[in-house]
Protein backbone atom coordinates (compact mmCIF):
# COMPACT_ATOMS: atom_id res chain seq x y z
CA UNK A 1 0.00 0.00 0.00
CA UNK A 2 2.38 2.45 1.09
CA UNK A 3 4.58 1.53 -2.67
CA UNK A 4 0.98 2.32 -4.27
CA UNK A 5 0.96 5.78 -2.51
CA UNK A 6 4.29 6.57 -3.54
CA UNK A 7 3.68 5.94 -6.92
CA UNK A 8 0.66 8.03 -7.07
CA UNK A 9 1.88 10.90 -5.47
CA UNK A 10 4.88 11.15 -8.08
CA UNK A 11 1.96 11.21 -10.59
CA UNK A 12 0.43 13.98 -8.68
CA UNK A 13 4.16 15.58 -8.56
CA UNK A 14 4.83 15.83 -12.25
CA UNK A 15 3.07 19.07 -12.12
CA UNK A 16 4.74 21.92 -10.56
CA UNK A 17 2.48 23.79 -8.10
CA UNK A 18 -0.81 25.40 -10.06
CA UNK A 19 -0.79 29.45 -10.34
CA UNK A 20 -3.58 30.79 -8.16
CA UNK A 21 -4.06 34.44 -9.01
CA UNK A 22 -1.01 36.82 -9.41
CA UNK A 23 1.35 37.45 -7.29
CA UNK A 24 2.72 40.65 -8.14
CA UNK A 25 5.10 42.63 -6.08
CA UNK A 26 4.35 44.71 -3.90
CA UNK A 27 3.88 48.85 -5.04
CA UNK A 28 3.33 47.55 -8.58
CA UNK A 29 0.20 47.76 -10.91
CA UNK A 30 -0.45 44.02 -12.28
CA UNK A 31 -0.77 43.38 -16.24
CA UNK A 32 -4.33 41.37 -16.00
CA UNK A 33 -3.89 37.79 -17.72
CA UNK A 34 -7.49 36.56 -16.86
CA UNK A 35 -7.29 36.31 -20.58
CA UNK A 36 -6.03 38.35 -23.79
CA UNK A 37 -7.91 41.60 -22.81
CA UNK A 38 -5.22 43.47 -21.47
CA UNK A 39 -3.47 43.60 -25.39
CA UNK A 40 -4.50 44.74 -28.58
CA UNK A 41 -5.25 41.82 -31.38
CA UNK A 42 -3.50 39.14 -30.78
CA UNK A 43 -2.10 36.25 -33.03
CA UNK A 44 -2.85 32.57 -32.85
CA UNK A 45 0.51 32.25 -31.04
CA UNK A 46 -0.50 33.69 -27.71
CA UNK A 47 -3.07 31.97 -24.90
CA UNK A 48 -4.08 32.67 -21.39
CA UNK A 49 -3.70 29.83 -19.31
CA UNK A 50 -3.79 28.39 -15.67
CA UNK A 51 0.11 27.16 -15.59
CA UNK A 52 2.67 25.33 -17.98
CA UNK A 53 5.42 22.99 -17.52
CA UNK A 54 8.75 22.62 -19.63
CA UNK A 55 11.23 19.85 -19.63
CA UNK A 56 15.05 20.97 -19.63
CA UNK A 57 15.16 18.41 -22.37
CA UNK A 58 14.74 19.75 -25.81
CA UNK A 59 12.81 16.87 -27.34
CA UNK A 60 9.92 16.93 -24.54
CA UNK A 61 7.08 19.43 -25.84
CA UNK A 62 5.80 21.88 -23.32
CA UNK A 63 2.45 21.20 -21.30
CA UNK A 64 -0.28 23.50 -20.35
CA UNK A 65 -3.05 23.55 -17.70
CA UNK A 66 -6.31 25.57 -18.57
CA UNK A 67 -6.98 28.73 -16.10
CA UNK A 68 -5.56 32.06 -15.77
CA UNK A 69 -2.60 33.56 -14.86
CA UNK A 70 -0.20 32.93 -17.61
CA UNK A 71 0.57 34.08 -20.57
CA UNK A 72 2.24 31.76 -23.16
CA UNK A 73 3.58 32.63 -26.43
CA UNK A 74 5.39 30.63 -29.11
CA UNK A 75 6.89 32.30 -32.70
CA UNK A 76 5.13 34.50 -34.49
CA UNK A 77 3.28 38.23 -33.88
CA UNK A 78 4.34 40.61 -31.19
CA UNK A 79 1.82 41.08 -28.24
CA UNK A 80 1.01 44.84 -27.34
CA UNK A 81 -0.16 45.91 -24.28
CA UNK A 82 -3.55 48.40 -23.97
CA UNK A 83 -1.51 49.92 -21.23
CA UNK A 84 0.93 52.44 -22.52
CA UNK A 85 3.67 53.76 -20.76
CA UNK A 86 6.99 56.38 -20.94
CA UNK A 87 9.47 55.58 -18.03
CA UNK A 88 8.68 52.65 -16.27
CA UNK A 89 9.47 50.25 -14.05
CA UNK A 90 8.91 46.60 -14.79
CA UNK A 91 8.62 43.35 -12.91
CA UNK A 92 7.95 39.97 -14.04
CA UNK A 93 8.27 35.97 -14.47
CA UNK A 94 9.47 34.01 -17.22
CA UNK A 95 9.81 30.87 -18.33
CA UNK A 96 11.68 29.54 -21.60
CA UNK A 97 12.17 26.15 -23.31
CA UNK A 98 15.36 24.85 -24.64
CA UNK A 99 16.62 27.31 -27.34
CA UNK A 100 13.98 29.73 -26.84
CA UNK A 101 14.66 33.77 -27.79
CA UNK A 102 12.20 36.99 -27.51
CA UNK A 103 12.15 40.22 -26.46
CA UNK A 104 10.44 42.35 -24.12
CA UNK A 105 9.74 45.98 -26.42
CA UNK A 106 10.06 48.52 -23.96
CA UNK A 107 8.59 52.30 -24.79
CA UNK A 108 10.60 54.05 -27.75
CA UNK A 109 11.51 50.54 -29.51
CA UNK A 110 14.50 49.27 -26.96
CA UNK A 111 14.04 45.66 -26.81
CA UNK A 112 15.03 43.57 -23.70
CA UNK A 113 16.83 40.24 -24.71
CA UNK A 114 15.47 36.65 -23.17
CA UNK A 115 17.19 33.88 -24.88
CA UNK A 116 18.40 30.60 -23.76
CA UNK A 117 21.29 31.14 -22.83
CA UNK A 118 22.56 29.15 -19.75
CA UNK A 119 25.70 27.71 -21.28
CA UNK A 120 27.21 30.34 -22.67
CA UNK A 121 30.70 30.52 -21.17
CA UNK A 122 31.37 34.66 -22.27
CA UNK A 123 28.55 36.99 -22.73
CA UNK A 124 27.71 38.27 -25.86
CA UNK A 125 25.26 39.56 -28.18
CA UNK A 126 22.79 35.98 -27.59
CA UNK A 127 22.62 36.23 -23.76
CA UNK A 128 19.92 37.62 -21.93
CA UNK A 129 20.22 41.07 -21.87
CA UNK A 130 19.51 44.39 -23.26
CA UNK A 131 20.24 45.08 -27.02
CA UNK A 132 22.76 47.09 -27.74
CA UNK A 133 24.85 46.45 -24.60
CA UNK A 134 26.26 43.31 -23.42
CA UNK A 135 25.29 42.19 -19.92
CA UNK A 136 28.03 42.28 -17.25
CA UNK A 137 27.57 38.53 -16.47
CA UNK A 138 24.96 35.57 -18.01
CA UNK A 139 22.93 34.94 -15.03
CA UNK A 140 20.20 33.04 -16.87
CA UNK A 141 18.68 29.82 -15.72
CA UNK A 142 18.27 26.68 -17.21
CA UNK A 143 14.66 26.22 -19.45
CA UNK A 144 12.08 25.12 -17.41
CA UNK A 145 12.67 27.20 -14.58
CA UNK A 146 10.82 30.67 -13.79
CA UNK A 147 13.46 33.40 -13.68
CA UNK A 148 12.36 37.51 -12.59
CA UNK A 149 13.59 40.43 -14.72
CA UNK A 150 13.06 43.68 -13.22
CA UNK A 151 14.15 46.86 -14.47
CA UNK A 152 14.15 50.92 -14.52
CA UNK A 153 13.98 52.84 -17.68
CA UNK A 154 13.44 56.24 -18.90
CA UNK A 155 11.99 56.05 -22.27
CA UNK A 156 13.93 59.89 -22.74
CA UNK A 157 16.53 61.69 -20.98
CA UNK A 158 15.97 65.53 -20.83
CA UNK A 159 19.66 66.11 -20.58
CA UNK A 160 20.30 64.09 -23.49
CA UNK A 161 17.68 64.73 -26.47
CA UNK A 162 17.05 61.74 -28.72
CA UNK A 163 17.93 59.36 -26.12
CA UNK A 164 17.09 56.53 -23.66
CA UNK A 165 18.02 55.04 -20.45
CA UNK A 166 18.00 51.68 -18.91
CA UNK A 167 18.95 52.69 -15.40
CA UNK A 168 19.03 49.12 -13.84
CA UNK A 169 18.22 45.92 -15.27
CA UNK A 170 18.61 42.60 -12.55
CA UNK A 171 17.94 39.17 -13.82
CA UNK A 172 17.16 36.75 -11.36
CA UNK A 173 18.47 38.97 -8.55
CA UNK A 174 21.62 39.36 -10.48
CA UNK A 175 22.32 43.40 -11.65
CA UNK A 176 23.74 42.32 -15.16
CA UNK A 177 23.32 46.07 -16.07
CA UNK A 178 23.68 49.81 -14.78
CA UNK A 179 22.72 53.15 -16.23
CA UNK A 180 22.88 52.66 -19.96
CA UNK A 181 22.47 55.27 -22.76
CA UNK A 182 21.48 54.31 -26.23
CA UNK A 183 21.91 58.07 -28.08
CA UNK A 184 20.55 56.61 -31.26
CA UNK A 185 17.64 55.75 -29.49
CA UNK A 186 13.52 56.62 -30.75
CA UNK A 187 13.08 58.07 -27.60
CA UNK A 188 9.93 59.73 -26.79
CA UNK A 189 7.54 61.61 -24.00
CA UNK A 190 4.51 59.97 -25.12
CA UNK A 191 3.31 57.05 -23.42
CA UNK A 192 3.61 54.07 -25.48
CA UNK A 193 2.85 50.33 -25.11
CA UNK A 194 4.75 47.23 -24.14
CA UNK A 195 5.52 44.50 -26.28
CA UNK A 196 6.02 40.88 -25.74
CA UNK A 197 7.69 38.58 -28.60
CA UNK A 198 8.61 35.25 -29.80
CA UNK A 199 11.10 34.55 -32.53
CA UNK A 200 12.22 30.66 -31.22
CA UNK A 201 9.98 28.26 -28.97
CA UNK A 202 8.21 28.79 -26.06
CA UNK A 203 7.46 32.03 -23.50
CA UNK A 204 5.89 31.76 -21.13
CA UNK A 205 5.19 35.02 -18.62
CA UNK A 206 3.41 35.72 -15.55
CA UNK A 207 3.26 37.77 -12.46
CA UNK A 208 3.62 41.01 -15.11
CA UNK A 209 3.45 44.36 -12.72
CA UNK A 210 4.31 47.73 -13.71
CA UNK A 211 4.94 51.16 -12.21
CA UNK A 212 4.48 54.60 -14.61
CA UNK A 213 7.06 56.85 -13.15
CA UNK A 214 6.32 60.38 -12.84
CA UNK A 215 8.14 63.57 -10.72
CA UNK A 216 5.65 64.81 -8.43
CA UNK A 217 6.14 65.02 -4.95
CA UNK A 218 2.60 63.92 -3.17
CA UNK A 219 4.60 63.60 0.41
CA UNK A 220 7.19 66.38 1.94
CA UNK A 221 8.12 67.29 5.58
CA UNK A 222 7.68 70.29 7.43
CA UNK A 223 7.93 72.01 10.94
CA UNK A 224 11.64 70.21 11.89
CA UNK A 225 13.18 70.29 15.44
CA UNK A 226 16.54 68.91 16.16
CA UNK A 227 17.89 67.79 19.81
CA UNK A 228 21.87 66.77 19.55
CA UNK A 229 23.10 64.96 22.53
CA UNK A 230 26.73 64.79 22.63
CA UNK A 231 27.03 61.28 24.54
CA UNK A 232 29.29 58.30 23.16
CA UNK A 233 28.88 57.22 19.52
CA UNK A 234 27.93 53.56 21.43
CA UNK A 235 26.28 54.68 24.14
CA UNK A 236 22.16 53.01 24.29
CA UNK A 237 20.94 55.81 26.08
CA UNK A 238 21.41 59.89 25.01
CA UNK A 239 20.80 62.49 28.14
CA UNK A 240 23.91 64.91 27.47
CA UNK A 241 21.94 67.45 25.38
CA UNK A 242 24.11 69.34 23.90
CA UNK A 243 22.12 72.27 21.67
CA UNK A 244 18.48 72.24 20.08
CA UNK A 245 16.74 73.91 17.47
CA UNK A 246 14.57 74.48 14.02
CA UNK A 247 15.35 73.72 10.76
CA UNK A 248 13.82 74.20 7.50
CA UNK A 249 15.64 70.95 5.88
CA UNK A 250 16.28 67.95 7.11
CA UNK A 251 20.34 67.70 7.47
CA UNK A 252 22.74 66.24 10.13
CA UNK A 253 24.47 69.41 9.46
CA UNK A 254 22.51 70.92 12.60
CA UNK A 255 25.63 68.85 14.64
CA UNK A 256 27.94 72.20 13.76
CA UNK A 257 30.68 69.41 12.96
CA UNK A 258 30.45 67.80 16.54
CA UNK A 259 32.67 63.87 16.45
CA UNK A 260 30.19 62.22 18.40
CA UNK A 261 26.29 62.65 18.38
CA UNK A 262 23.08 61.27 18.38
CA UNK A 263 20.57 63.30 16.37
CA UNK A 264 16.71 63.06 17.34
CA UNK A 265 14.35 64.94 14.72
CA UNK A 266 10.90 65.63 15.23
CA UNK A 267 8.19 66.92 12.43
CA UNK A 268 5.39 66.17 10.21
CA UNK A 269 4.54 64.69 6.51
CA UNK A 270 2.04 66.13 4.37
CA UNK A 271 0.68 63.33 1.68
CA UNK A 272 -1.31 64.44 -0.60
CA UNK A 273 -1.87 61.09 -2.01
CA UNK A 274 -2.91 58.54 0.04
CA UNK A 275 -0.96 55.15 -0.11
CA UNK A 276 1.84 53.16 0.39
CA UNK A 277 4.97 54.85 0.67
CA UNK A 278 8.49 53.01 0.56
CA UNK A 279 11.21 55.01 2.29
CA UNK A 280 15.36 53.98 2.21
CA UNK A 281 17.53 55.58 4.22
CA UNK A 282 21.18 56.30 3.34
CA UNK A 283 23.17 56.87 6.47
CA UNK A 284 27.12 56.58 8.01
CA UNK A 285 26.60 55.46 11.37
CA UNK A 286 25.44 52.49 14.21
CA UNK A 287 22.12 53.18 14.09
CA UNK A 288 18.96 54.54 12.09
CA UNK A 289 15.68 54.63 13.17
CA UNK A 290 12.08 55.77 11.57
CA UNK A 291 9.29 56.17 13.53
CA UNK A 292 5.87 57.62 11.73
CA UNK A 293 2.84 58.04 14.08
CA UNK A 294 4.14 56.37 16.53
CA UNK A 295 4.97 52.90 14.71
CA UNK A 296 8.68 52.12 13.47
CA UNK A 297 8.51 52.03 9.57
CA UNK A 298 12.29 51.52 9.74
CA UNK A 299 15.26 50.34 12.10
CA UNK A 300 18.65 50.14 10.61
CA UNK A 301 21.95 48.69 12.55
CA UNK A 302 25.46 49.70 11.72
CA UNK A 303 25.68 51.43 8.01
CA UNK A 304 28.23 52.96 5.67
CA UNK A 305 26.66 55.25 2.81
CA UNK A 306 27.03 53.05 0.33
CA UNK A 307 24.49 51.32 1.93
CA UNK A 308 20.52 51.53 2.21
CA UNK A 309 17.67 50.29 4.06
CA UNK A 310 14.24 50.45 3.71
CA UNK A 311 10.73 50.64 5.32
CA UNK A 312 7.20 50.83 3.80
CA UNK A 313 4.16 52.83 5.65
CA UNK A 314 0.79 53.13 4.18
CA UNK A 315 -0.43 56.64 4.97
CA UNK A 316 -3.69 58.33 4.49
CA UNK A 317 -4.06 62.07 2.97
CA UNK A 318 -2.94 64.59 5.29
CA UNK A 319 -0.77 65.37 8.19
CA UNK A 320 1.64 62.05 10.20
CA UNK A 321 4.00 63.11 12.46
CA UNK A 322 7.64 61.38 12.20
CA UNK A 323 10.68 61.02 14.10
CA UNK A 324 14.08 60.03 13.00
CA UNK A 325 16.82 59.26 15.59
CA UNK A 326 20.78 58.75 13.84
CA UNK A 327 23.74 58.44 15.77
CA UNK A 328 27.39 58.84 13.74
CA UNK A 329 30.48 56.73 13.55
CA UNK A 330 33.30 59.02 15.15
CA UNK A 331 36.01 57.93 12.54
CA UNK A 332 33.77 58.50 9.38
CA UNK A 333 32.25 61.47 8.08
CA UNK A 334 29.04 61.66 8.94
CA UNK A 335 25.93 61.32 6.46
CA UNK A 336 22.13 61.52 6.63
CA UNK A 337 19.40 61.01 4.09
CA UNK A 338 16.17 59.60 3.68
CA UNK A 339 14.60 58.76 0.26
CA UNK A 340 10.81 58.37 -0.50
CA UNK A 341 8.43 56.61 -3.56
CA UNK A 342 5.44 55.57 -3.69
CA UNK A 343 3.59 53.76 -6.72
CA UNK A 344 3.36 55.83 -9.97
CA UNK A 345 5.95 58.21 -8.20
CA UNK A 346 10.06 58.46 -8.90
CA UNK A 347 11.63 58.40 -5.72
CA UNK A 348 13.04 61.79 -4.18
CA UNK A 349 14.73 62.36 -1.60
CA UNK A 350 13.41 64.27 1.97
CA UNK A 351 16.97 65.53 2.72
CA UNK A 352 19.04 68.31 2.48
CA UNK A 353 21.98 67.71 -0.77
CA UNK A 354 24.49 68.98 1.63
CA UNK A 355 23.53 65.91 4.35
CA UNK A 356 24.77 63.09 2.56
CA UNK A 357 28.25 63.94 1.67
CA UNK A 358 29.96 61.99 -1.72
CA UNK A 359 31.38 58.54 0.09
CA UNK A 360 34.73 58.03 0.18
CA UNK A 361 35.22 54.88 -2.44
CA UNK A 362 34.92 51.48 -1.18
CA UNK A 363 36.14 49.08 -3.75
CA UNK A 364 34.94 46.41 -4.98
CA UNK A 365 37.37 43.25 -4.31
CA UNK A 366 36.30 39.40 -6.29
CA UNK A 367 38.27 36.38 -7.15
CA UNK A 368 38.36 35.16 -10.49
CA UNK A 369 39.52 31.81 -11.37
CA UNK A 370 41.14 32.10 -14.54
CA UNK A 371 43.33 28.26 -15.45
CA UNK A 372 42.40 26.70 -11.87
CA UNK A 373 40.19 26.40 -9.47
CA UNK A 374 40.06 28.63 -6.36
CA UNK A 375 39.34 27.75 -2.93
CA UNK A 376 38.53 30.31 -0.26
CA UNK A 377 37.67 29.90 3.62
CA UNK A 378 35.26 31.96 5.61
CA UNK A 379 32.13 32.75 7.33
CA UNK A 380 29.26 32.22 5.26
CA UNK A 381 25.26 33.66 6.72
CA UNK A 382 22.55 32.22 4.77
CA UNK A 383 19.27 34.13 5.22
CA UNK A 384 17.00 33.87 7.51
CA UNK A 385 20.34 32.02 9.87
CA UNK A 386 21.18 34.29 12.99
CA UNK A 387 24.80 33.16 12.89
CA UNK A 388 27.41 32.55 10.93
CA UNK A 389 28.46 29.83 9.14
CA UNK A 390 32.26 29.05 10.81
CA UNK A 391 33.78 26.86 9.15
CA UNK A 392 33.34 27.06 5.50
CA UNK A 393 35.21 26.41 2.09
CA UNK A 394 34.00 28.12 -0.94
CA UNK A 395 35.21 26.79 -4.42
CA UNK A 396 35.07 28.75 -7.84
CA UNK A 397 35.67 27.07 -10.97
CA UNK A 398 36.66 28.63 -14.13
CA UNK A 399 33.59 27.23 -16.01
CA UNK A 400 31.76 29.73 -13.85
CA UNK A 401 29.69 26.36 -11.52
CA UNK A 402 30.67 27.56 -7.87
CA UNK A 403 29.42 26.22 -4.42
CA UNK A 404 29.87 26.19 -0.40
CA UNK A 405 30.59 23.34 2.32
CA UNK A 406 29.96 24.05 5.54
CA UNK A 407 33.11 21.59 6.94
CA UNK A 408 31.37 21.30 10.37
CA UNK A 409 27.81 19.52 9.12
CA UNK A 410 29.17 17.93 5.78
CA UNK A 411 26.65 20.20 4.31
CA UNK A 412 26.55 22.11 0.37
CA UNK A 413 25.42 25.12 1.63
CA UNK A 414 24.78 27.29 -1.59
CA UNK A 415 25.40 26.64 -5.59
CA UNK A 416 26.11 29.37 -8.38
CA UNK A 417 26.87 30.09 -11.95
CA UNK A 418 28.72 33.02 -13.01
CA UNK A 419 31.32 34.81 -11.10
CA UNK A 420 33.09 33.80 -8.52
CA UNK A 421 33.30 35.30 -4.94
CA UNK A 422 32.60 39.13 -3.82
CA UNK A 423 35.51 38.80 -1.01
CA UNK A 424 35.21 42.78 0.08
CA UNK A 425 33.87 42.52 3.33
CA UNK A 426 36.59 39.75 4.23
CA UNK A 427 39.85 42.28 2.88
CA UNK A 428 38.30 45.83 2.95
CA UNK A 429 39.90 47.62 5.61
CA UNK A 430 39.50 45.66 8.68
CA UNK A 431 37.79 42.98 7.00
CA UNK A 432 34.37 42.90 8.60
CA UNK A 433 32.18 40.72 8.54
CA UNK A 434 34.35 38.24 7.33
CA UNK A 435 31.35 37.21 5.01
CA UNK A 436 31.58 36.01 1.05
CA UNK A 437 28.85 36.68 -0.79
CA UNK A 438 28.43 34.76 -4.50
CA UNK A 439 28.84 37.02 -7.62
CA UNK A 440 26.72 35.11 -9.52
CA UNK A 441 23.26 33.52 -10.10
CA UNK A 442 22.71 31.80 -6.12
CA UNK A 443 20.71 28.78 -5.24
CA UNK A 444 20.30 27.71 -1.69
CA UNK A 445 20.45 24.44 -1.18
CA UNK A 446 20.22 23.15 2.23
CA UNK A 447 21.59 24.19 5.64
CA UNK A 448 21.84 20.37 6.94
CA UNK A 449 24.14 17.95 5.93
CA UNK A 450 24.56 15.93 3.16
CA UNK A 451 24.79 12.87 4.37
CA UNK A 452 23.62 10.68 7.19
CA UNK A 453 22.65 7.36 8.74
CA UNK A 454 18.91 6.37 8.96
CA UNK A 455 17.28 3.71 11.04
CA UNK A 456 14.72 3.64 8.58
CA UNK A 457 13.64 5.42 5.28
CA UNK A 458 10.93 7.03 7.59
CA UNK A 459 13.21 8.45 10.03
CA UNK A 460 13.74 12.70 10.21
CA UNK A 461 16.67 13.98 8.72
CA UNK A 462 18.65 15.87 11.23
CA UNK A 463 19.87 18.97 11.46
CA UNK A 464 23.64 18.14 11.48
CA UNK A 465 24.70 14.47 11.47
CA UNK A 466 27.13 12.57 13.32
CA UNK A 467 29.89 13.39 11.14
CA UNK A 468 33.87 14.01 11.68
CA UNK A 469 35.50 16.11 8.73
CA UNK A 470 39.18 14.53 8.14
CA UNK A 471 40.30 17.39 5.67
CA UNK A 472 40.46 17.08 1.69
CA UNK A 473 42.61 15.72 -0.91
CA UNK A 474 43.61 18.41 -3.85
CA UNK A 475 42.12 15.75 -6.79
CA UNK A 476 44.18 15.96 -10.82
CA UNK A 477 42.01 18.80 -11.83
CA UNK A 478 42.71 20.79 -8.89
CA UNK A 479 39.26 20.26 -7.35
CA UNK A 480 39.21 18.93 -3.32
CA UNK A 481 37.41 15.69 -2.71
CA UNK A 482 36.27 16.30 0.96
CA UNK A 483 36.37 13.76 3.42
CA UNK A 484 34.22 12.61 6.22
CA UNK A 485 34.08 10.01 8.87
CA UNK A 486 30.55 8.44 9.82
CA UNK A 487 29.65 5.78 11.45
CA UNK A 488 32.83 3.21 10.99
CA UNK A 489 32.71 4.46 7.52
CA UNK A 490 34.93 7.03 5.58
CA UNK A 491 33.01 9.10 2.80
CA UNK A 492 34.63 10.83 0.47
CA UNK A 493 32.52 14.20 -0.97
CA UNK A 494 33.93 15.32 -4.42
CA UNK A 495 31.69 17.89 -6.65
CA UNK A 496 33.15 18.77 -9.96
CA UNK A 497 31.86 21.14 -12.97
CA UNK A 498 30.85 19.68 -16.00
CA UNK A 499 29.74 21.99 -19.53
CA UNK A 500 26.18 22.31 -17.74
CA UNK A 501 26.19 21.62 -14.10
CA UNK A 502 28.04 20.16 -11.43
CA UNK A 503 28.37 16.56 -10.44
CA UNK A 504 28.87 15.60 -7.15
CA UNK A 505 30.64 11.74 -6.23
CA UNK A 506 30.40 9.78 -3.07
CA UNK A 507 32.66 7.38 -2.31
CA UNK A 508 32.41 4.95 0.47
CA UNK A 509 35.04 3.31 2.40
CA UNK A 510 34.44 0.75 5.09
CA UNK A 511 31.15 -0.58 6.04
CA UNK A 512 28.98 1.56 8.29
CA UNK A 513 26.54 0.46 10.53
CA UNK A 514 23.24 1.07 9.26
CA UNK A 515 21.76 2.60 5.96
CA UNK A 516 23.36 5.80 4.35
CA UNK A 517 21.62 8.26 2.51
CA UNK A 518 22.02 11.54 1.03
CA UNK A 519 20.06 14.13 0.95
CA UNK A 520 20.02 15.89 -2.53
CA UNK A 521 17.52 18.38 -2.03
CA UNK A 522 14.33 19.43 0.08
CA UNK A 523 11.55 22.28 -0.76
CA UNK A 524 7.69 22.72 -0.58
CA UNK A 525 7.77 20.70 -4.21
CA UNK A 526 9.77 18.20 -6.10
CA UNK A 527 8.57 17.05 -8.84
CA UNK A 528 9.75 14.18 -10.94
CA UNK A 529 9.43 15.83 -14.75
CA UNK A 530 10.95 13.21 -16.37
CA UNK A 531 12.84 9.45 -15.01
CA UNK A 532 15.80 10.41 -13.06
CA UNK A 533 15.41 13.83 -13.17
CA UNK A 534 13.73 16.00 -10.40
CA UNK A 535 13.07 19.73 -9.83
CA UNK A 536 13.35 21.19 -6.75
CA UNK A 537 10.63 24.14 -5.85
CA UNK A 538 11.77 26.47 -8.67
CA UNK A 539 15.48 26.16 -8.23
CA UNK A 540 17.14 23.67 -9.56
CA UNK A 541 17.33 20.30 -11.13
CA UNK A 542 18.77 17.10 -10.02
CA UNK A 543 19.61 14.29 -12.33
CA UNK A 544 20.42 10.75 -10.96
CA UNK A 545 20.85 7.22 -12.73
CA UNK A 546 17.69 6.26 -14.14
CA UNK A 547 18.16 2.70 -12.66
CA UNK A 548 18.95 4.27 -8.96
CA UNK A 549 15.86 4.46 -6.44
CA UNK A 550 15.50 7.19 -4.95
CA UNK A 551 13.01 8.16 -2.29
CA UNK A 552 10.98 11.58 -2.23
CA UNK A 553 9.33 11.65 1.04
CA UNK A 554 7.26 14.45 3.21
CA UNK A 555 9.78 16.26 5.71
CA UNK A 556 8.69 18.04 8.90
CA UNK A 557 5.42 17.73 11.61
CA UNK A 558 3.63 19.03 9.21
CA UNK A 559 4.49 17.20 5.90
CA UNK A 560 4.44 20.35 3.51
CA UNK A 561 7.95 20.59 2.45
CA UNK A 562 8.99 17.11 0.85
CA UNK A 563 12.84 15.93 0.48
CA UNK A 564 14.91 14.07 -2.20
CA UNK A 565 17.01 11.37 -0.50
CA UNK A 566 19.79 8.82 -2.61
CA UNK A 567 20.97 5.66 -0.87
CA UNK A 568 24.16 5.62 -0.60
CA UNK A 569 26.60 2.82 -1.26
CA UNK A 570 29.99 1.73 -3.11
CA UNK A 571 30.85 5.11 -5.47
CA UNK A 572 27.47 6.95 -5.78
CA UNK A 573 26.97 9.98 -8.34
CA UNK A 574 24.41 12.57 -9.41
CA UNK A 575 24.42 16.00 -11.03
CA UNK A 576 22.53 19.57 -10.56
CA UNK A 577 22.10 22.41 -12.41
CA UNK A 578 20.11 25.51 -12.78
Same mark, same amino acid.
Given at each position: ?14 ? $? ?80 ? $? ?80 ? #? ?20 ? &? ?112 ? &? ?56 ? !? ?57 ? $? ?74 ? !? ?17 ? !?? !? ?18 ? &? ?8 ? #? ?5 ? $?????? &? ?5
Amino acid at each position: MRQLFQKVSILLLTW $PVAVFGQAVKGNYSPLPLKDLSAFESSGANWSVQGNIAISPSAAAKARTQSGEGVLIGTAGTALKTKMKAADLRLSLEFMLS $PGAEGHIVLPGGQKVLIADSRNQKQVGANTSGYIGQFPSQNASKAPGLWQTLELAYDASVPSLPGSARLNALTLNDVVVLET #VYLPNAAATKESQPLSFEVTKG &TIAFRNVGYQLLESRKPLSISNLTYKVYSDKWDSKTYEKLDHEGKSAVLTQEVTNGMREFHLVYEGEMEVTEPGEYRFTSIYSGPVFTLDVDGKSVMSGGESTSQESHAGSANL &TQGKHTFKIYYSRFPWRQPALGLRVEKSGVRPYDLHTLSSLPEPEPKPYMSVIPETRP !EMIRSFIQLEGEKYKRTHCISVGSADGWNYTIDLNRGALLQAWRGDFANVTEMWYERGE $PQLLFPAGLNVHVSGRSSLAMLDNSNAAWPDSSNINFLGYHIQAGGYPAFRYAISNATVSDLLVPGASGLTRTFQV !EGAPQGALYALLGSGKDIV !EV !EKGLFQIDNRYFVQVDKKVK &TLVRPAGSDN #VNKELLL $PVSGTT &TYSMFW
